[in-house]
């Protein structure tokens, strides 16, 4: 597990700096205030896959607590 909290960090990283270059789009995204809905929906997404994962790993626990 940690390590998959030490990818997702490195990832994070990587965008971070990678975000302090210009980008146009961004530029207009932050300019006209969609940004926040990008960044909402992101949010979501990744919310939902955390839970989704965490819910299987404690079913397949269940199970495997259940066949030894």
Same mark, same amino acid.
């Given at each position: ?13 990587? =965008? ?12 207009? =995204? ?39």
């Amino acid at each position: 597990m940690k390590k998959i909290y030490v990818f997702f960090l490195a990832l994070l990283l990587a =965008f971070v700096g990678r975000a302090q270059n210009e980008v146009e789009m961004a530029d207009n =995204f932050r300019a006209e205030g969609k940004i926040y809905v990008v960044v909402a929906v992101v949010a979501v997404i990744l919310t939902g896959i955390f839970i989704y994962l965490f819910r299987t790993e404690a079913r397949l626990k269940k199970l495997e607590k259940a066949s030894a």
